[in-house]
């Protein structure tokens, strides 16, 4: 399962009253939102962040080598 970077949100269109939950996870966050989240963050999240931060930094260099 992908790490959650907020809650989830249930969202309702009035007009049709059709109903969905909006899911926010770390691997759709921009670079600039994660880094921002890190500086107000507690221990534990901050440790997920710096987690996707490396993520993506191994896969930006072995995208880069090939």
Known sequence: MPIKFAPSVLKVD???????YEHSYMKS?????????????????RQKIANELARREKLAKSNSTK
């Open 29 to 45: 966050q921009s670079v600039q939102t994660l880094m921002e989240a890190m500086e107000k963050a507690t221990p534990k999240r």
């Open 14 to 20: 009035r007009v049709n009253n059709k109903r969905w």
